[in-house]
């Protein structure tokens, strides 16, 4: 088997590129890829592309390597990963419709995000104004004796975001589930291209809402390794200290929705003032209650004063007070275990094919965090577990958020035990490059690659959310499941809709 | 589990005495509401493109502390049973006619909301190939709240500046 770093050595390396290296190759390289990563020895962390080129970042687990390959295919064509790797299928078709980059193979011909609703054809290729309009979105058949489809979506009954779910039932058990995406595009991409710096990283913490700080830190953890430069050591600290405040607001959240989903109200009321104290402690600690637009490229915006360390100090005495209680009782209550344990089960093979991160990837037996690999300041000196389960249901999803809470709130505590002293924020040099992070919000790693121009503005910008390889992973936990459980499923990924769609 | 209930029982409530102008705010949005429309006002929400931070804000209305079902107001699964349309992000291309069809949907006398700094004119995301623009770009707005996301205490005084907005008529 040819290591990660042998294939990235055949190609030719781009200079600059940073933290990893990425090298362009050539065909027959790009389906060495392919062929690895059909084998699994390699898992697709990301595919994207630029007019005439397609990039895809690679992890070798084994060796703890992650590598980007480039393709140029000026004639906008590409040999399809999907064909022989099926993660890649709606990244693929993401290509297709953003950049009219056709992946030679595939047999899926449907467009993705393209609704055909915006105008232009192609928006970041060609721009095509005058086109033929798409044909009518073809769900896959599913045939057979009194099969009965359940359309649901675009708007759904809950406050949640929009997507469209398209249930096969036979009777009350799930067949399969389609689900058609897309719907909150946004373009994030073409408002990225020409972006002053800070727009754009205005712009990136606002992809999933959710996962502000995570997207916030991706992208300038990606600006800072392109420009070659470090930030102190007191924004990296506070960075992490808002991005574990973050995964605990979400986990809270999570645990008593997916509660809720079983109509176990007690629980979500009380994560519920759980979740609140979070924002209300991140909101007196870094002036916002989400922390939006607090972690900057070159350092952070805030500082933390002894009253906002007050105050976190306040809600940890008080998560760790109220949170076991809850903990016993998810566990002690047998109509609830009733509902979540065997429900939704997602295998390892799976997990392990689309590289899934975050719980959903924990919970059936995958332990990648980007935390620990490739790894980022300062999680390489702080004590921390990475949760790990195998029975991939529900509440082994449930599961693994309590554990990460746990987790999550003795990392803040040792962060504010030694807050180094120093400045906050550095300012960026000037400088082109191109860089690219890996970043471990609360779902899952983010991706975020990024490639300055010389007169200091945004080329491009590529994000890339944890959801893109967990939301196939529900139409398979949901099978053979029934209807009413798919709620329950749902909400134990708890996928992003913007994140996906951009 | 016992014990947490006996708690919940006995226990004072975390819903706040919120401080003025808020707590008076919250009453008087609560006689307004029952004198407006002798009942309760129900809100069907719809996020229209939004990045899910104003829905975070939206849902934390009913944790224990702001605890809106307290003043009659509440959330219903269908625009069919909706009062009010509370409407969040910039609206895309692909959202546009779930929206329009939404609003169509919900009978008169109905008001529009248009919820964060993105609802107002599309706010970052303005000018991109795949956005209309602010929510009033497709469907009539009866009010605006800014913020990004906007608080849930500003949640709750547009909400009032909503009623004072329909008894002026
Ligand atoms: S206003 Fe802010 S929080 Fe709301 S949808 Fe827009 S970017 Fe997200």
Known sequence: MTALIDLIQQGRPVDGHRPWPRAIVDADLWEVA??????????????????????????????????????????????????????????????????????????????????????????????????????????????????????????????????????????????????????????????????????????????????????????SAAVEAALGMEVPARAVALRAVMAELERLANHFGDIGAICNDAAFAMMHAHTGVLRERVLRASDAAFGHRLMRDRVVPGGVAVDLTADGIAAIRALLAEAHRSFPPLVTLYDETASLQDRTVTTGIVGEPLVRQYAAGGYVGRASGRSFDARRLPGYAPYADLPFEVPVRHDGDVNARVWIRIQEVGQSLALIEALLERLPGGPLHVPLPAGSGEGAALVEGFRGDVHAWVRIAADGTVERCRLRDPSWFQWPLLEAAIEGNIVADFPLCNKSFNCSYSGHDL | MRKLLLDGLLKRPLTEPAPPPDDAGLAELATRIRRKLGRSLSIREVDAGSCNGCELEIHALNNAFYDLDRFGIRFVASPRHADVLLVTGPVTRNMREALERTWNATPDPKWVVAVGDCALDGGLFAGSYAVEGGVSSVIPVDLHIRGCPPSPTALLQGLLALLEKAERG
């Not at chain 1, 589930?177 to 408002?191: A, M, P, Q």
């Open chain 1, 34 to 219: 392919a062929a690895h990563l059909a084998a699994g020895d390699w898992s697709l962390l990301d595919l994207w592309g630029e007019p005439d080129r397609v990039h895809m970042t690679l992890l070798e687990e084994a060796g703890a390597t992650v590598g980007t390959v480039s393709l140029d295919c000026p004639d906008r064509r590409y040999p399809s990963i999907a064909r022989r790797h099926p993660p890649a299928l709606r990244l693929e078709r993401t290509l297709r419709d953003l950049y009219g980059l056709e992946p030679v193979g595939l047999a899926d011909d449907r467009a993705w995000l393209d609704h055909d609703r915006w105008g232009v054809r192609h928006p970041l290729g060609s721009a095509e104004q005058d086109f033929e309009p798409l044909p009518k979105y073809r769900f896959l058949p599913a045939e057979g004796e009194s099969l009965h489809r359940i359309p649901v979506g675009p708007v759904h009954a809950g406050i949640i975001e929009p997507g469209h779910f398209r249930f096969t039932a036979n009777g009350e058990t799930v067949v399969r589930l389609e689900e058609r995406l897309g719907y909150v595009h946004k373009g994030i991409d073409s408002l990225m291209a020409g972006a002053a710096i800070e727009r754009a990283a205005m712009l990136a913490g606002r992809t999933s809402g959710d996962s502000t700080v995570a997207y916030a830190l991706a992208f």
